[in-house]
């Protein structure tokens, strides 16, 4: 199995910055695409940033600018950058990965981790 594991969240003041951090393991043979999704309170869960195996990136129109995408493929880590942070920031953010796993049908398939809070104070 593939295990991603989320670090990074927490309470920051509008303005400030956090960088959160996403680390797959287990039964990986290659990573295809990355992201971040977020969700607040009574609203769906949204793209926020994704990240291609060779380096493309796309945003949601509200964190251009801000949000910075990035990932290690030696780590099998991705990496959100959060800058100039404002309170509509708010909420549970997860990492998203497309993984090929060792031992089992070529395919890819979809994991999710478990979600770290983002917190922005006004």
């Known amino acids: 199995q593939v295990q991603l594991l989320e670090s990074g969240g927490g309470l920051v003041q509008a303005g400030g910055s956090l960088r959160l951090s996403c680390a797959a393991s287990?039964?990986?043979?290659?990573?295809?695409?990355m992201a971040w999704y977020r969700q607040a309170p009574g609203k769906q869960r949204e793209l926020v940033a994704a990240?291609?195996?060779?380096?493309?990136?796309n945003y949601a129109d509200s964190v251009k600018g801000r949000f910075t995408i990035s990932r290690d493929n030696a780590k099998n880590t991705v990496y959100l950058q959060m800058n100039s942070l404002k309170p509509e920031d708010t909420g549970v953010y997860y990492c998203?990965?497309?993984?090929?796993?060792?031992?089992?049908?070529?395919?890819?398939?979809?994991?999710w981790g478990q979600g770290t809070q983002v917190t922005v104070s006004s």
């Open positions: 990240i291609s195996s060779g380096g493309s990136t």
């Open positions: 998203n990965a497309e993984v090929a796993r060792t031992g089992a049908p070529i395919r890819l398939y979809d994991y």
């Open positions: 287990g039964s990986i043979f290659s990573i295809n695409a």
